[in-house]
């Protein structure tokens, strides 16, 4: 019962901070893009494996080519 509580608490806050995030993403300055690629760099270390509902899918596949379009280049470029 706990374990499945756990779960369940992650799931939700997982969604909440996914859809913060992708509401904060909207600010288009290079160092808002900086701080922006290293929070998804790090909740994507701090959620690693963990199951995702199909919204959260679907806002991840956003986030990931946000990250794409965004990140990668500027990353590369260092």
Known sequence: MGRRT???ATRYCLGALCAGLFLSLTLTTSRADDF???Q???LNRQY???SL???QQALKRKL???YNA???TRRASR
């Open 64 to 66: 990931v080519a946000w």
């Open 36 to 38: 922006r690629c290293k």
């Open 70 to 72: 965004n990140c990668k």
């Open 6 to 8: 756990i779960g369940v």
């Open 40 to 42: 998804l760099e790090d």
């Open 53 to 55: 509902s199909s919204d």
């Open 48 to 50: 690693m494996g963990v």
